[in-house]
């Protein structure tokens, strides 16, 4: 917010018509868009591979074009200056939606909805407060929840917890205020049904017990 007027100085303003030209990087970037937008697709097992690979291609290639032979290659321009005007009208709509809001804010705060505001806001922090201690904290799937299920990734990770101790552990550490409190007889009895008592419940296929003195 501090550079930005010292930035805007030292920018030569824009040529008329301007606005109606691309730069070969913005036609660049507007193909690595849909690059990445495929990608996401690829990674969620919702599409093949070569696509994301074959656009790759065509932004290089169109990129190259643009900077070595200087010029755009035809249908690389055509679509890049279309991906360019549909996020030009995307941030434009959104724009507008930030002013209403911010406006609808501004009125909210006036008059007489300013003390009717700040009795719903309370409300709300208490509904929040009363419903917080239904959350789960942490990963609830095993494996990785960015990866589908059908993953090879989610299939190996389910398999070897499954089969072995696995990566999925539950770790336990039990200590005394002294040193030899963890040799007494009673505690390593208390520990071992301990053990014994999560072996049996389900999911769990084995257990490992460490002693550190």
């Not at 900077?67 to 941030?91: C, E, H, K, Q, W």
């Not at 589908?148 to 200590?175: D, R, T, W």
């Not at 409190?181 to 072996?199: V, W």
């Given at each position: ?147 589908y299920p059908g993953h ?27 040193p030899e409190a963890i ?28 002693r550190h003195c």
């Amino acid at each position: 917010m501090t550079l930005h007027p010292i930035i805007l100085s030292l920018t030569p303003p824009p040529e008329p018509g301007a606005h109606l030209r691309r730069t070969p990087l913005e036609r660049f970037m507007s193909w690595m868009m849909m690059v990445a937008i495929t990608w996401l697709f690829w990674l969620y097992d919702f599409i093949p591979g070569w696509p994301v690979a074959g656009l790759l291609v065509v932004a290089c290639i169109g990129l190259l074009a643009d900077l070595l032979g200087g010029t755009a290659l035809p249908v690389y321009a055509d679509v890049g200056l279309a991906i360019s005007r549909f996020t030009d009208a995307f941030g434009t709509f959104f724009g507008r939606v930030y002013v209403g809001i911010e406006t609808s804010l501004i009125w909210m705060a006036q008059s007489w909805r300013r003390p009717v505001m700040a009795a719903g806001l309370v409300s709300l922090l208490v509904f929040g407060l009363y419903f917080q201690h239904q959350l789960k904290v942490g990963d609830m799937t095993p494996g990785a929840a960015l990866l589908y299920p059908g993953h090879p990734y989610n299939v190996a990770f389910s398999k070897v917890n499954e089969k072995f101790v696995g990566s999925s552990q539950l770790v336990v550490i039990a200590e005394g205020k002294k040193p030899e409190a963890i040799k007494d007889a009673k505690t390593l009895n208390d520990i071992d049904l301990f053990q014994r008592y999560m072996e049996q419940g389900p999911g769990a296929p084995g257990s490992s017990r460490r002693r550190h003195c």
